[in-house]
């Protein structure tokens, strides 16, 4: 089943990669962009609820989705970059096992536990 989790993810990454492509901006800009979400661990400098809470908003792929939505109405290629990146960068954590985080521990997350035991 990982597998399968995992596959599926790889063809979202793929396809963000391709929404990316159809996008007027310079190709090294979505290897650049793609780790921006990651700032949303700050949270955790205050707790691991406050962590998990912000991590996990912004790593959630319905607000990607709804992000890249608003710049397709809102005729504005940003917005829409923005949306992109979103939705890559959780494809691409989830590809790599590393899920929404649970309130109790950074290393606790919906696809299971981060590292060794």
């Known amino acids: 089943m990982k597998s399968l989790i995992k596959l599926e993810e790889l063809a979202m990454f793929l396809f963000a990669g391709l929404l990316f492509w159809y996008t007027d ?6 290897p650049a962009l793609l780790l921006v979400p990651d700032v949303s661990m ?3 400098a205050m707790n691991n609820k406050m962590g998990a809470y912000l991590y996990n908003i912004v790593h959630h792929k319905g607000l990607a989705l709804l992000i890249y939505s608003m710049g397709i109405f809102m005729k ?3 917005i829409e970059l923005v949306g992109i990146i979103l939705f890559a960068h959780s494809s691409m954590d989830r590809l790599f096992g590393f899920g929404l985080k649970h309130i109790n ?3 606790h997350t919906h696809l299971g536990k981060i590292g060794g035991s």
């Open 76 to 78: 504005s290629p940003t």
């Open 105 to 107: 521990s950074f290393r």
């Open 42 to 44: 700050v949270g955790y």
């Open 25 to 30: 901006f310079v190709w090294w800009l979505f």
